[in-house]
């Protein structure tokens, strides 16, 4: 449809003005809103940014942009998932034909393409390319305008295409040769979370308002998700074969991506996950904001963090452990010095004298040259450091940071269990092997977990945070203390540890210079913490990661935090 018949029709003028905005920028969104069956769903409401409060919305049906030319439709169904629908340029045209003739027409620009180095750069002689390969019709004049490029027909040797297909072939052909393909504008969606294919059918994705979604990306036969599978795993420099099956890897922005190949390992066929890295990770408060733990939490926290107590997050898989592990890390003293070791790089230290070592096994396990993490924390015990956080223990290494602990070094870690004692059960059982008079060196264990709210909804809740007193030899026995509490019916906190607190009465204090007989001024420290974490979220609006690391370093310097 021309432009201006396009912005004539019925539909435009019922857009509210920033709607309209949009569509004047990218009129490809005005023509994806001609296919949707507005008489049954309605006219989708436009967000030009996205609030948590959307969550509570029965029935959704909304649009907001990605980027300046993408844009996604959140769309209810009767079924169980909503859809994800990604909005992109050429998303009226179809230009499948002329695409098979531009890629054998790229083939001649392989010696350009290899001197560019960067995306940027192959970018660029992409689109150069492009140009020189397709020349625009005037939209006006029957087949060679409307049809050209479809037909591949020629103008002095230049494919010739409208230019909204050839709008549609620039997006096309970058998203496919430099991104990650129909992946794309999910990978560059800052709300998704994680990104899933299970086999044939549809992707998944998990979005941080709207929960699980389905996306109408679909893989309807084995050989379409195997050339896929394959497609990502050489474009991330990582290949899947028969006899390298299973990849795990990082992508250029730092996210997480698993790659299965074939059927003979996957009954329903090769299948991926990505998980996305953020670029500025969630703040301590903005989790109290989305009701993860409350202010007392947080400031039990920062007194625990702050005096180097050896401190684990555990829960299971997908239940925020990493996330609030990395929240907390803005309580680490700002002249600290920090060492990071994980076996895939998501935690993101706001500290300037940050060391990140991350494990390596290059496919070298046999020649015994890998670099596992057991190694990494050998080592960085001989470059004393403050502090020690490990992204995650699974094996030999968590016996090296018992034995860290021994030393006095403070160590944080994220840890697979679903309670104290199924940890303690882990830590001293094979392969970890920690003897158990070593485990009492572990000071305090967050529980976490994804849960279901009084509302009905899924949520992620620090269930409980946990003091460990001491271990006794003759029965064999642990003690510790439960000083937090989750309540599921009101969803809120309970300090059932107030006045009770083994870390802050006999060990927190006494660094602090808080006589025996006065200890429970400690408490006192904590409620102080906790109104001055309220103000700085509530009343100055600080929530980012790295400013809050800013602002508790000089109230630390001037002594009131």
Same mark, same amino acid.
């Given at each position: 449809m021309p432009r201006d018949h396009l912005f004539q029709c019925g539909l435009y003028p019922r857009l509210p003005e920033p709607f309209r905005e949009a569509c004047q920028q990218s009129t490809h969104l005005l023509e994806y809103l001609h296919l949707v069956p507005i008489d049954e769903a309605g006219i989708p409401q436009y967000h030009a940014q996205l609030s948590r409060s959307l969550c509570d919305l029965e029935k959704r049906n909304l649009i907001y942009p990605v980027s300046d030319d993408v844009?996604?439709?959140?769309?209810?169904?009767?079924?169980?998932?909503?859809? *994800?629908?990604?909005?992109?340029? =050429?998303?009226?045209?179809?230009? #499948?034909?002329?695409?098979?003739?531009?890629?054998?027409?790229?083939m001649g620009f392989t010696d350009e393409?290899?001197?560019?180095?960067?995306?940027?750069?192959?970018?660029?002689?992409?689109?150069?390319?492009?140009?020189?390969?397709?020349?625009?019709?005037?939209?006006? +004049?029957?087949?060679s305008s409307l049809f050209g490029g479809l037909f591949g027909e020629k103008n002095n040797g230049a494919l010739v295409v409208t230019p909204k297909q050839l709008e549609a072939i620039k997006y096309l052909t970058v998203r496919e040769k430099i991104g990650m393909g129909i992946l794309q504008p999910m990978v560059d969606d800052p709300h998704i979370e994680d990104i899933s294919c299970s086999g044939l059918g549809n992707i998944?994705?998990?979005?941080?308002?709207?929960?699980?979604?389905? #996306?109408?990306?679909?893989? +309807?036969?084995?050989?379409?998700?195997?050339?896929?599978?394959?497609?990502?795993?050489?474009?991330?420099?990582?290949?899947?074969?028969?006899?390298?099956?299973?990849?795990?890897?990082?992508?250029?922005? =730092? +996210?997480?991506?698993?790659?299965?190949?074939?059927?003979?390992?996957?009954?329903? =066929? +090769?299948?991926f996950s990505i998980r996305k890295f953020t670029d500025t990770p969630l703040s301590i408060l903005e989790l109290v904001g989305f009701g993860t733990l409350d202010y007392?939490?947080?400031? *039990?926290?920062?007194?625990?963090?702050?005096?180097?107590?050896?401190?684990?997050?555990? @829960?299971?898989?997908? #239940? @925020?452990?990493?996330?609030?592990?990395?929240?907390?890390?803005?309580?680490?003293?700002?002249?600290?010095?920090?060492?990071?070791?994980?076996?895939?790089?998501?935690?993101?230290?706001?500290?300037?004298?940050?060391?990140?070592?991350?494990?390596?096994?290059?496919?070298?396990?046999?020649?015994?040259t890998a670099v596992t993490m057991f190694d990494l924390l050998k080592a960085a015990l001989r470059q004393r450091p403050n502090i020690i956080i490990i992204g995650e223990i699974r094996g030999e290494e968590g016996n090296i940071a018992f034995g860290a602990m021994q030393t006095g070094h403070a160590v944080m870690a994220t840890f697979h269990a679903a309670s104290v004692e199924k940890l303690i059960?882990?830590?001293?059982?094979?392969?970890?092997?920690?003897?158990?008079? *070593?485990?009492?060196?572990?000071n305090v264990v967050v529980i976490q977990s994804a849960v279901k709210l009084p509302s009905g909804k899924m949520g992620r809740r620090a269930l409980s945070i946990n003091e460990i007193v001491a271990y006794d030899p003759t029965s064999s026995s642990f003690s510790f203390i439960e000083v937090f509490r989750w309540d599921q019916a009101t969803d809120t906190f309970e300090f059932v540890g107030n006045k009770n607190s083994y870390i802050l009465e006999q060990k927190i204090s006494l660094m602090r210079g808080?006589?025996?007989?006065?200890?429970?001024?400690?408490?006192?420290?904590?409620?102080?913490?906790?109104?001055?974490?309220?103000?700085?979220?509530?009343?100055?609006?600080?929530?980012?990661? *790295?400013?809050?690391?800013?602002?508790?370093?000089?109230?630390?310097?001037? =002594?009131?935090?």
């Open positions: 844009f996604v439709h959140i769309l209810a169904t009767d079924d169980e998932r909503d859809l *994800y629908i990604p909005i992109e340029p =050429g998303v009226t045209q179809d230009v #499948s034909e002329v695409m098979l003739q531009i890629d054998d027409r790229l393409f290899a001197e560019a180095e960067s995306d940027e750069a192959r970018k660029q002689v992409l689109l150069n390319c492009l140009d020189r390969i397709c020349r625009t019709g005037n939209g006006q +004049s029957g087949k998944f994705v998990e979005h941080k308002i709207f929960n699980s979604l389905k #996306s109408v990306a679909t893989f +309807s036969t084995h050989e379409d998700v195997d050339a896929f599978v394959l497609r990502l795993s050489e474009r991330i420099k990582r290949p899947v074969s028969i006899r390298n099956p299973i990849v795990d890897a990082v992508l250029p922005d =730092g +996210s997480r991506i698993n790659i299965v190949y074939g059927r003979d390992i996957s009954q329903r =066929g +090769s299948n007392r939490m947080a400031a *039990y926290l920062s007194l625990v963090i702050e005096e180097g107590m050896n401190t684990f997050v555990i @829960g299971e898989t997908a #239940s @925020g452990k990493t996330t609030l592990l990395n929240a907390i890390t803005t309580f680490i003293p700002p002249t600290a010095k920090v060492i990071s070791i994980e076996d895939t790089p998501e935690l993101q230290v706001p500290h300037k004298n940050w060391i990140r070592e991350v494990a390596k096994d290059m496919g070298r396990k046999e020649q015994g059960q882990r830590l001293s059982g094979n392969p970890i092997s920690v003897p158990k008079n *070593y485990i009492d060196n572990l808080i006589p025996p007989h006065k200890r429970w001024q400690i408490y006192d420290v904590v409620e102080r913490r906790a109104r001055i974490l309220e103000k700085l979220h509530k009343e100055k609006g600080v929530t980012n990661f *790295y400013e809050l690391l800013k602002v508790l370093a000089r109230a630390q310097r001037e =002594g009131v935090f």
